[in-house]
Nanobody, 126 residues
Framework: QVQLVESGGGLVQSGGSLRLSCVAS????????MGWFRQAPVKEREFVAA????????YYADSVKGRFTISRDNAKNSVYVQMNSLNPDDTAVYYC???????????????????WGQGTQVTVFS
């Protein structure tokens, strides 16, 4: 059974930082591309960042470019997102997701991902 478990969310003041982690089990992690999405109340789930199987290709939403950094450690079956310069607009539940391979811009589309975590709440206050 595949499981993705996120951690690292919390309450942080505007301008602060958080590092989210996602640990995968039940799959061969290095065979999957990984992504982070977020969903704020009454909003649709949106793409945040993604990276290829060995991290050679990185993708970011314009809203987080320059502030967020995605990375992975295949030895630890883990993917991370370092979030700096947080602002209240970053408040959301953050989800990690796994996709067998990115085809074109499939990294952007939540429907393209095969597995999802349960999410971790990030709240940024001003």
């Amino acid at each position: 059974q595949v499981q993705l478990v996120e951690s690292g969310g919390g309450l942080v003041q505007s301008g602060g930082s958080l590092r989210l982690s996602c640990v995968a089990s039940g799959l061969t992690f290095s065979r999957y591309c990984m992504g982070w999405f977020r969903q704020a109340p009454v909003k649709e789930r949106e793409f945040v960042a993604a990276l290829s199987r060995f991290g050679a290709n990185l993708y970011y939403a314009d809203s987080v470019k320059g502030r967020f950094t995605i990375s992975r450690d295949n030895a630890k079956n883990s993917v991370y997102v370092q979030m700096n310069s947080l602002n209240p607009d970053d408040t959301a539940v953050y989800y990690c997701a796994a996709q067998r391979s990115f085809i074109g811009d499939s990294y952007l589309r939540s429907a393209s991902y095969d597995y999802w975590g349960q999410g971790t709440q990030v709240t940024v206050f001003s």
